[in-house]
């Protein structure tokens, strides 16, 4: 990718609305109210997955904002999608890029970190920090690769009420995700009903369709057809990059509508500047979505990408129990929300996890927002969203009778 | 809507009822039910910048068309439906009020009265459809689906099967007692299933 490519998106007023992460911008001027923000790291012991197999011991990489109160009762999890990273909102110490969610987490913003303690973690599987495929066989030996053991949307939660314990956080106020991140919400309140006050799963299901396991599937061929795959045994240098980015570039466009695309790119030319995107047609829809294929293989482990969308392939919240009886012990109160755009993730399936929750006679409100911009539009700058995130949130904290964080220990 | 129907409602529904209010708008009076009665209420809107402000007042409601059927709630998970408002602008008022009556034993509908006397007399004497206090728009701008009369609502309510417990009606002026079909511009009513809930 050349410059010209980074300026073309750059000088594109509606660059911020119209395009997914953060992180995979560059957007002029961009300011975090949080400023720099780090991220840490823990070593948890003993984590054994659903399958059976157990890790002696797991790195997860984390970021907190805001304070804990001195009841430790203000606590917010996001749980970040599948592209997301610990580093939620801030800039990145190295890269200067604003966290995944800057827009919606931050002083006065939908997750207020004046009010609340915020954590968000690398999921289990994942490759920004957190014991994934990239890292190394215990004893310092060659990387998992496919031998990582099959983990779960219910694993990566585990690891969560892990790291919790570790910082001493008995029990969440909310857990709060969209897409993947709305799933890990969702097994928070069935898998530690006890320790979830408020559940808000955004843009998410109760489990995958055909044809959002269809879209996964072709990611993974994608990968695995690559010349480079060599059985999941690659170098980070020699990886299969191409696989990766075609399965970004497909993923890519279902986090989309064919508003947002017509919109931003319409049938403008801009051919792409990658020599990797030789007989590429000549449309700018083109181009950028080379540019987000390749700046997605720049911080993206394949065997990563690999094993988190089986993960959400397989959960299945319900698993062919009766609702009732897989929310019996829920405590938490529910804010559901889907997109009327969001064709990946269609408004329905969010409509039938409410009416699970419901029948289940579990609180829940359901809110369908009119936002265009299809999956991503909880990613992007979006007031509605935020508004209705930042009430509920607000008036549950105020039931709570917590009282305003900053007193803390 | 006249004052004195929403005074009706929070007089009639005991505390700590809970209550289903259909089309509930921007929740202005369920949270006033809410604080009033300590109602474990929830409502439900088809406009999501109305749902939104529901969000704001703290209430717990349900973005959904009413008109598609109350699916998400199981057999009589309320005490009251309220149909507050909407009752002409519904479609096919009979399967809502059936749908009511699943979700709830007692159901309270309010609805204009189109047989008010100034819409008699605009009708016989200017020959045109009625605009009048309780009618503010014109025919091609109303959200008035049904022209209905007092008699046409009990009629109704014969029907399907449910008793009236309660009736209050209102014109601009205040209650009406007498000859409400032809002085009453609003009806509201407090139905109960003809089977009766134990």
């Not at chain 2, 002026?173 to 089977?195: I, Q, T, Y």
């Amino acid at each position: 990718m050349g410059i010209g490519q980074d300026d073309k998106l750059m000088t594109d007023a509606s660059a911020s609305i119209a395009q997914g992460d953060l992180q995979d911008q560059k957007v002029r001027g961009y300011h975090s109210p949080l400023g720099v923000t780090r991220t840490q790291s823990a070593t948890l012991r003993g984590v054994r997955l659903q399958s059976g197999f157990t890790f002696d011991e797991i790195e997860v990489a984390y970021q907190t904002l805001g304070t804990l109160s001195a009841k430790r009762d203000n606590a917010i999890l996001v749980c970040h999608a599948l592209s997301g990273t610990a580093h939620v909102a801030g800039l990145h110490p190295r890269t200067g890029r604003p966290g995944w969610w800057d827009f919606h987490v931050g002083p006065g913003k939908a997750i207020d970190t004046d009010k609340f303690f915020v954590i968000c973690s690398n999921v289990l599987g994942g490759c920004d920090g957190t014991t994934g495929p990239m890292s190394p066989r215990p004893g310092g030996g060659k990387p998992y690769g496919m031998d990582f053991p099959e983990i779960t949307v219910g694993d990566m939660v585990s690891v969560q009420a892990k790291l919790m314990e570790h910082l001493g956080i008995p029990r969440l106020f909310a857990a709060i995700g969209g897409s993947m991140g709305g799933m890990q919400a969702l097994a928070w309140a069935v898998q530690f009903p006890e320790r979830v006050r408020v559940c808000v799963p955004i843009a998410t299901c109760s489990s995958h369709n055909a044809m959002q396991i269809a879209f996964n599937e072709i990611g993974r061929h994608a990968i695995i057809t690559d010349p480079n795959w060599n059985d999941g045994n690659y170098t980070p240098d020699h990886g299969p990059k191409h696989g990766l980015a075609v399965a970004r570039m497909v993923g890519h466009v279902t986090y989309l509508s064919e508003y947002a695309m017509t919109r931003k790119f319409g049938r403008t030319l801009q051919p792409p500047v990658s020599a990797d995107a030789a007989g590429a047609g000549p449309f700018s829809v083109g181009s950028y979505l080379h540019h987000q294929g390749e700046s997605f293989v720049s911080r993206f482990d394949p065997n990563s990408y690999i094993c988190l969308t089986k993960a959400l392939d397989q959960f299945d919240l319900f698993g062919g129990r009766p609702p009732e009886e897989v929310l019996r012990n829920v405590i938490a109160r529910f804010l559901v929300v889907s997109f009327a755009s969001d064709w990946l993730y269609p408004p329905a399936q969010s409509r039938e996890l409410v009416r699970q929750l419901k029948r289940a006679r579990v609180a829940a409100t359901y809110i369908n927002l009119e936002t265009l911009y299809g999956h991503d539009s909880f990613l992007i700058e979006n007031p509605e969203f935020a508004q209705v995130v930042r009430h509920y949130l607000e008036h549950e904290h105020r039931q709570a009778g917590l009282k305003e964080a900053g007193a803390g220990p | 809507m006249h004052p004195g129907i929403y005074e009706s409602v929070i007089d009639w529904i005991p505390a700590g009822s809970r209550v289903l209010d259909l089309g509930t708008g921007d929740g202005a009076f369920l949270e006033r039910l809410v604080q009033a009665k300590q109602a474990v209420a929830e409502g439900v809107e088809k406009d999501p910048e109305q749902v939104a402000r529901c969000i704001q007042r703290g209430l717990v409601v349900h973005q959904g068309n009413i008109a598609e059927g109350l699916d998400q709630y199981g057999d009589q998970t309320f005490d009251y439906a309220l149909l507050l408002g909407t009752f002409q602008e519904l479609i096919s008022p009979e399967e809502i009020v059936r749908e009511a009556f699943r979700v709830a034993p007692r159901v309270i509908i309010a609805c204009s009265n189109f047989a008010h006397y100034s819409v008699r007399l605009q009708m016989l004497f200017r020959g045109r459809a009625p605009v009048t206090k309780s009618l503010p728009q014109p025919w091609y701008r109303t959200t008035n689906l049904h022209f209905l009369s007092i008699l046409d609502f009990r009629e109704f309510c014969r029907q399907m099967g449910v008793c009236e417990i309660r009736q209050a009606c209102f014109s601009s002026r205040g209650k009406v007692a007498l000859l409400p079909n032809l002085f009453a511009a609003e009806v509201v009513a407090l139905l109960e299933s003809g089977r009766r809930q134990v």
